[in-house]
């Protein structure tokens, strides 16, 4: 069974952790290419203004968003580009900063050639007991899941040609980070799983590339405050009704 392609999404300056995480995709047999990530303290105005659209940020999130989550964002969106540029019929996107357990390579093998239609396959979650809506399980001691509300991260995800598609029509420009996005699944018509426990995990103690870019942009005005507390409330609402009826895929051993 072929193994579907690795797109890992590393800084130039990153050649540690390239280098780290491309001997355990060798050691693992899975074929992969690097993605050169967009540094966001590098950015122009006019660089930042063609993608991120500070009138939605206002609307749709708690805070403007930093330069390194801008030039996170625009690095996912070269991913996603690559997978519909290249007409894969599904990708494995990773960032660099995280270990992978084995069961990985055989998870998204199986996934590639199942059944029904799926958009992402998330291989993260920080929460030690997400809520389940569904499961069906894909491997010794693994489910794929249906949660409530989709983990945050955007450590590792398997994306269909589809689900590239849809990201890209609905993420002309953006407001929030791409893992919010995502989150708000009903805006791009998204079928997100996720298989938990996680097979990926954030590498112990390690320093983030968004934050040796700098602090994000938190703004503590009233305003920001009571809409924040808004929008939580407004999504919540949307995740107690907008609910994922599309069945689970069957899953090919």
């Not at 996720?194 to 097979?199: A, D, G, K, T």
Request: hydrophobic share 40%; aromatic share 8%; charged share 25%.
């Amino acid at each position: 069974m072929a193994t579907p392609l690795t797109l890992v999404i590393n800084l130039d300056k990153s050649q540690q952790r390239l280098s780290r995480i491309s001997a355990r995709l060798d050691e693992l047999k899975m074929p992969f290419e690097r993605v050169a990530a967009t540094y966001g303290a590098d950015l122009n105005d006019r660089q930042l203004k063609a993608v991120y659209s500070e009138s939605l940020n206002a609307k749709s999130y708690r805070r403007p968003l930093s330069r390194a989550e801008i030039g996170c964002y625009m690095s996912h969106l070269k991913a996603w580009q690559t997978i519909v540029d290249r007409e894969l019929a599904c990708a494995l996107v990773i960032e660099d900063d995280l270990v992978i357990d084995a069961p990985l390579k055989d998870f998204i093998e199986s996934l590639s050639h199942s059944t029904d239609s799926w958009d992402i396959v998330k291989f993260y979650c920080r929460k030690k007991n997400p809520k389940v809506i569904s499961r069906t399980a894909i491997g010794s001691g693994y489910d794929l899941c249906r949660f409530q509300k989709i983990p945050i991260g955007n450590l590792a995800q398997l994306i269909t040609l589809e689900g590239a598609k849809k990201l890209l029509a609905a993420r002309q420009t953006f407001g929030r980070p791409a893992d919010d996005d995502i989150q708000h699944w009903w805006e791009a018509d998204l079928n997100v799983l996720s298989v938990f426990p996680p097979v990926v995990h954030v590498i112990p103690n390690a320093t983030s590339d968004i934050e040796q870019q700098g602090a994000r942009k938190e703004k503590r005005q009233n305003f920001r405050l009571w809409h924040g507390a808004f929008l939580r409330a407004k999504y919540e609402y949307r995740l107690r009704t907008e609910l994922q009826k599309a069945p689970l895929p069957k899953l090919v051993d």
